[in-house]
């Protein structure tokens, strides 16, 4: 379930700022929208990193990932970035730090996405 927030005529972010317009080049911050989706990563093998992709219904290619939150800690297992790799598609890039294969539980994650425009 996508929650948004709408911005009127976008927020104009110029130099690190929001600003009232937008100067010809600066980031149009569109909205941005929280995704709750259930995500059953696969074995991420020991000692490695590994994407996964999961369908996250909404996603728009050049969304970009702002925060990712797996809700409970498994042992040796973090998430090492995360981004839209085509519409409907989030990838995960999952780190595994210890010795053996880790296979985290399936769960509900959250996702924060922005979604800009230089125009």
């Known amino acids: 379930m996508a929650k948004r927030s709408r911005f009127s005529n976008g927020m104009v972010i110029a130099n690190g700022r929001p600003t009232a317009t937008n100067p010809s ?37 050049g969304d970009i990932v702002l925060a990712i939150n797996k809700p409970t800690a498994t042992a040796g297992l973090g998430i090492v970035n995360a981004r839209v790799s085509a519409a409907d598609t989030l990838a995960i890039t999952f780190m595994n730090a210890t010795a053996g294969a880790v296979d985290a539980a399936s769960e509900s994650y959250e996702v924060i996405v922005g979604r800009f425009s230089t125009t």
């Not at 093998?45 to 994407?51: D, G, K, L, N």
């Open 25 to 61: 080049g600066e980031t149009v911050l569109l909205a941005v929208t929280r995704y709750t989706t259930t995500i059953n990563p696969a074995s991420v093998a020991a000692a490695t990193s590994a994407e996964q992709t999961f369908t996250v219904t909404g996603l728009l290619a």
